[in-house]
T-cell receptor, first 116, second 109 residues
Framework: GAVVSQHPSRVICKSGTSVKIECRSLDFQATTMFWYRQFPKQSLMLMATSNEGSKATYEQGVEKDKFLINHASLTLSTLTVTSAHPEDSSFYIC????????????FGEGSWLTVV | QKEVEQDPGPLSVPEGAIVSLNCTYSNSAFQYFMWYRQYSRKGPELLMY????GNKEDGRFTAQVDKSSKYISLFIRDSQPSDSATYLC?????????FGTGTSLTVIP
């Protein structure tokens, strides 16, 4: 199946610093990528939808200035958590949409962010 | 009413049992239906993908879509302890994707 790579898988940062997470579709072009946040034993929470070459669309309640999303190419989207705080500690997951007749999404492996 | 409803479980079955996981939905525009498996602390993995109605089989897994009833199912035959995970249903009318909350499954050896 299609592969979506997410990096880093784990990151620890100090409070007040920024962290960038990359999401790459390795064997298909993804015009749309999605970013989610997941708390332990809870379902996926969609944060934003990222379309290549345009501004991301954020879900209600998600601070766009805090969670900066860039989708500069058809295979790469990045999520930057700015001025991170301990409450931003979470599991972040990206997914990429294949589009066309086989319209489905493939997920990255996820990134564990711990803010200390 | 949520777009997609899924019983969160938890569901616990003995090894070798047949597992039935289900989701219902309300949007008749959904055409693409997916099942994902998520192990703890990992990203979801696509298990089955179905377009429109019908059945699809892949090894021990069978996905069924009944658009008239707005109901989809995933069957796991001869369940194994390695099947213990959370199973997410997902569906799409085209551009957006809607997920169930996930069903936690434990297969007991």
């Amino acid at each position: 199946g299609a592969v979506v790579s997410q990096h880093p898988s784990r990151v620890i940062c100090k409070s007040g610093t920024s962290v960038k997470i990359e999401c790459r579709s390795l064997d298909f072009q993804a015009t749309t990528m999605f970013w989610y946040r997941q708390f332990p034993k809870q379902s996926l929470m969609l944060m934003a939808t990222s379309n290549e070459g345009s501004k991301a669309t954020y879900e209600q309640g998600v601070e766009k200035d805090k969670f900066l999303i860039n989708h500069a190419s058809l295979t790469l989207s990045t999520l930057t958590v700015t001025s991170a705080h301990p409450e931003d500690s979470s599991f972040y997951i990206c997914s990429a949409r294949t589009g066309g007749l086989g319209n489905t999404i493939y997920f990255g492996e996820g990134s564990w962010l711990t803010v200390v | 009413q949520k777009e997609v409803e899924q019983d969160p479980g938890p569901l616990s079955v003995p090894e070798g049992a047949i597992v039935s996981l289900n989701c219902t939905y309300s949007n008749s525009a959904f055409q693409y239906f997916m099942w994902y498996r998520q192990y703890s602390r990992k990203g979801p993995e696509l298990l089955m993908y179905t377009y429109s109605s019908g059945n699809k089989e892949d090894g021990r897994f069978t996905a069924q879509v009944d658009k008239s009833s707005k109901y989809i199912s995933l069957f796991i035959r001869d369940s194994q302890p390695s099947d213990s995970a959370t199973y997410l249903c997902a569906m799409s009318p085209g551009n957006q994707f809607y997920f169930g909350t996930g069903t936690s499954l434990t297969v007991i050896p």
